[in-house]
């Protein structure tokens, strides 16, 4: 099984002045996961924290992380066909009152869609989405 990657676990990882190389070869051994990927709403996820950095020395160190992860992760597209089972989802949830968040339910469909855990450190939410494997890192 693989891994898809929630934009916390590289986040933290970036604070912790972890290299993104060593981060995937420490899980690879924690988990024995050999394959991992990144949504395109977690590549997203990481834009977004790169447009909102507070002074251009962050914005730079933030650039830096992230095009050192594109490098390294594959990242795979959310497609139409996988727009279906978010939809019932979010619908079926809403209707008892709960709530996720979109990009969360988006990431989550992407594990379930190639048969993937997905490790985050934002397991609250990852849970409420029935099906994929939640791995806590």
């Known amino acids: 099984m693989g891994l898809v990657l929630d934009s916390r676990v590289l986040i933290a990882a970036e604070r912790e002045k972890r290299p993104v190389s060593l981060l995937l070869a420490s899980l690879s051994e924690e988990l024995s996961e050999a394959e991992f990927l990144l949504s395109s709403i977690t590549v997203m996820e990481l ?3 790169w447009h909102r950095a507070n002074t251009p020395e962050a914005a730079a160190k933030r650039r830096r992380y992230l095009d050192e992860t594109l490098a390294i992760l594959p ?5 139409r066909e996988m727009g279906v089972l978010p939809a019932k989802i979010d619908a079926d949830m809403k209707k008892t009152g709960l709530v996720i968040a979109a990009a969360d339910l988006l990431i989550g469909v992407t594990a379930l ?9 934002n397991v609250r939410h990852f849970k409420m989405i029935p099906g994929p494997q939640v791995i806590t890192l």
């Open 47 to 49: 834009e977004h924290g």
């Open 75 to 79: 990242v795979e597209p959310f497609t």
């Open 113 to 121: 869609h190639y048969g993937y855990a997905v490790g985050t450190r």
